[in-house]
């Protein structure tokens, strides 16, 4: 398999996104470039939209024919508590079109430290800072152009939270992978990513490098996401 | 596992164990002289205090209730069901011929009302709410609501009397089954069906689909590796009490199409209160139940473990 980092990767761009839902706008047109690589964060608070843009970000990407995938906020929204990890990942591979046993287990599991997970159980008898290692592990089989996280820590205690952002960190820079991380934890956001794009009431109000927002909040959103963050002084 | 297979065998000795000492009790102590309906039941005719006496004593009913109690269950926890206080032959034999007759027609019951009822559940759960999903509701509510006795003679009205395709009657050929067994069938399948469909309807709203979609599975394989287990657990509750009606309809339906079985073996015998023949019956009955519960109960775990893990 050609490695992710050998291949030069296309911007991303998505145009013109909106959504409805029963007959209510609740994602206006809003546009997004992602750089080769670039980690941007979508922030907001809650019912702002940002879920549903990245929802509808992936799959307009995909349409578009780039890899994308997506990890969930939790994962009992990521697995099926029937069926084994084994048959989780073999799904995974088959949905890409790749035969099973082909992916490289060994160095992604490696890579997020879940090596002693046994294959056999089913998600339950996995901790869930371990199940949601290994969601992010399917996500990066075959190196996608993008992966998308949905408040991929929320589930997790805030030592497993910074220890599995770390280990992701160091795969996306050595694969070259682009990170679009959703979070409401601006703390969190600040410490991953380059750019920010704040959400509010379906619009993208701002969109400008971390730091700026950070010191120089332009907009009312931005300015009182700012203002309530309390979780900087976290080690994540 | 072990262990739990353990629990499991020792739940269904307690389960048996109880049967048979309730049956026996009740029996006993049913209103009416045993002893009189047993000798009617043989001579056919009205008979004096003696001739009662003496089959009273022939039959062992003279004796308190422990000693008759241990005497039956004594030959009994070496399969031996004892001899019909009214023939005199052994049980085993008549119940196993009446079994040759009603389990193949249970089990196909059972599978008609499967193969209706899979189908017309999936066509249901396609579309909630709509049109094709009322209508086959509507279906299997009307199934439900119709009593076999009915369904049986409507049955045989248009298929044997009207347009003479098969036989109603009696139990000679293959042929003679299928009234019974459609009787049967259509019974099962409308309950299947709404329990086969909220069970799909429930498992398309587990929170982890959007996320496998998402991923790229194809429709049709999240229907059979998500789907299809997350419907089967509900369903295989619901088989245990379909079992409980198979057996209770097949006794009707027996009656209806005049066929031997189970069904006509238990009437004459309780008629009669042959001792001997009713627990025979009873107890295999219990049995049959405890071993699928059995079987069911290891399907589940089989399905989601944590089933197992929480009651142990």
């Not at chain 1, 609740?26 to 843009?53: C, D, H, M, Q, W």
């Not at chain 2, 094709?132 to 049955?155: E, F, M």
Request: charged share 15%; proline share 6%; glycine share 8%.
């Amino acid at each position: 398999m050609v490695s992710g980092s050998t291949v030069t990767k296309l911007a991303l761009r998505v145009s013109d996104l909106s959504a409805m839902r029963s007959g209510r706008t609740i994602l206006y047109p809003t546009s997004l470039n992602i750089a080769p690589a670039e980690r941007i964060g979508i922030v907001g608070s809650s019912g702002s939209g940002k879920s549903t843009f990245g929802h509808a970000l992936i799959d307009d990407l995909r349409r578009q024919g780039h890899s994308v995938a997506q990890v969930p906020q939790s994962p009992d929204e990521a697995l099926d508590p029937l069926r084994s990890m084994a048959f989780h990942w073999q799904e995974a591979e088959r949905a890409l079109g790749l035969k099973p046993g082909t992916a490289d287990r060994e160095a992604l599991f490696a890579t997020l430290k879940i090596e002693k997970g046994d294959m056999r159980k089913r998600p339950w008898g996995w901790s869930r800072g371990m199940q949601q290692r290994f969601v992010i592990a399917m996500a990066l089989i075959g190196a996608p152009d993008l992966i998308v996280l949905d408040e991929p820590t929320s589930a997790l205690d805030p030592v497993v939270a910074a220890a599995t952002m770390q280990l992701l960190d160091q795969h996306l820079t050595e694969q070259n992978i682009a990170m679009v991380l959703i979070t409401h934890d601006l703390g969190l956001a600040s410490k991953w990513v380059s750019k920010l794009a704040v959400m509010q009431d379906g619009h993208l109000v701002e969109e400008a490098a971390t730091q700026d927002i950070l010191n120089t909040p332009q907009t009312k959103a931005a300015q009182s996401l700012v203002a309530h963050r309390n979780w900087m002084a976290l080690p994540c | 596992m072990s262990k739990t297979l353990f629990g499991l065998l020792l739940r269904t000795l307690v389960v048996l164990a109880g049967t048979a000492f309730l049956t026996f009790a009740l029996l006993w102590n049913a209103p009416g002289d045993p002893a009189a309906a047993i000798a009617m039941a043989r001579f056919d005719a009205l008979l004096s205090q003696e001739v009662i006496d003496q089959v009273r004593e022939e039959v062992g009913l003279n004796t308190s209730f422990w000693p008759a109690f241990w005497s039956w269950l004594g030959p009994l926890l070496c399969f031996d069901f004892g001899n019909s206080a009214v023939t005199g032959r052994p049980v085993w034999p008549d119940l196993w011929g009446a079994m040759t007759y009603t389990f193949p027609l249970a089990f196909a019951g059972l599978m008609i009302g499967l193969g209706v009822a899979l189908p017309l559940a999936i066509f249901a759960a396609k579309r909630p709410g709509r049109l094709s999903d009322r209508i086959a509701v509507a279906i299997a509510s009307l199934g439900a609501a119709i009593p076999a006795y009915w369904l049986g003679l409507l049955l045989i009205l248009l298929f044997a009397v009207q347009l003479g395709w098969l036989p109603a009657m009696g139990a000679r050929t293959p042929a003679h089954a299928i009234l019974p067994a459609l009787t049967l069938g259509l019974g099962v399948a409308a309950s299947l069906t709404r329990i086969i469909r909220s069970g799909i309807l429930e498992a398309r709203g587990q929170a982890f689909l959007p996320a496998i979609q998402r991923r790229g599975v194809p429709e049709a394989a999240i229907g059979r590796d998500h789907i299809a287990p997350h419907a089967a657990i509900p369903v295989i509750t619901v088989f245990g009490l379909e079992l409980a009606f198979l057996l209770e309809g097949a006794v009707l339906v027996e009656v209806i199409f005049g066929r031997p079985g189970l069904g006509t073996f238990l009437v004459s015998a309780i008629a009669a209160r042959d001792f001997p023949q009713v627990q025979a019956v009873v107890l295999l009955t219990a049995l049959v139940f405890v071993v699928s519960n059995l079987i069911i109960d290891l399907l589940y775990r089989l399905i989601d473990p944590r089933i197992g893990e929480r009651d142990a």
